[in-house]
């Protein structure tokens, strides 16, 4: 019962389980827990097909310095929610002591 009140939470606050997530290197936002399991690390990330594995954005299976989120985070990610919809670009809203004329 716990876990399916659980689940009602976070799906309603927009989180999915990882089942659910794209595997096409698709940016989405996951929460990996802490190293103790007692927060979340959130951020944006992507699964790469190739290597089969989760990376930050930013890095990649090539990174040097960086590697999958297993390694880095010591955990796989456990649930994503979708990247929110950007804000319309500064050329597209109205500018503040600028005329039109």
């Keep these: 019962m716990a876990e399916n009140s659980k689940i009602e939470r976070m799906h309603g606050d927009g989180w999915q389980m990882m089942e659910t997530a794209p595997l096409d290197r698709?940016?989405?936002i996951?929460?990996?827990?802490?190293?103790?399991?007692?927060?979340?690390?959130?951020?944006?990330?992507?699964?790469?097909?190739e290597s089969q594995d989760w990376f930050w954005a930013g890095t990649?299976?090539?990174?040097?310095?960086?590697?999958?989120i297993s390694e880095m985070n010591h955990w796989l990610?456990?649930?994503?929610?979708?990247?929110?919809?950007?804000?319309?670009?500064?050329?597209?809203?109205?500018?503040?002591?600028?005329?039109?004329?």
């Design 26 to 28: 698709s940016a989405v």
């Design 30 to 49: 996951v929460s990996v827990p802490d190293q103790h399991r007692t927060g979340w690390i959130v951020g944006e990330a992507f699964f790469d097909p």
């Design 60 to 68: 990649g299976p090539n990174d040097y310095y960086g590697g999958p």
């Design 77 to 101: 990610p456990e649930l994503w929610r979708p990247m929110p919809i950007p804000a319309e670009p500064p050329s597209a809203l109205p500018q503040e002591g600028v005329r039109d004329d």
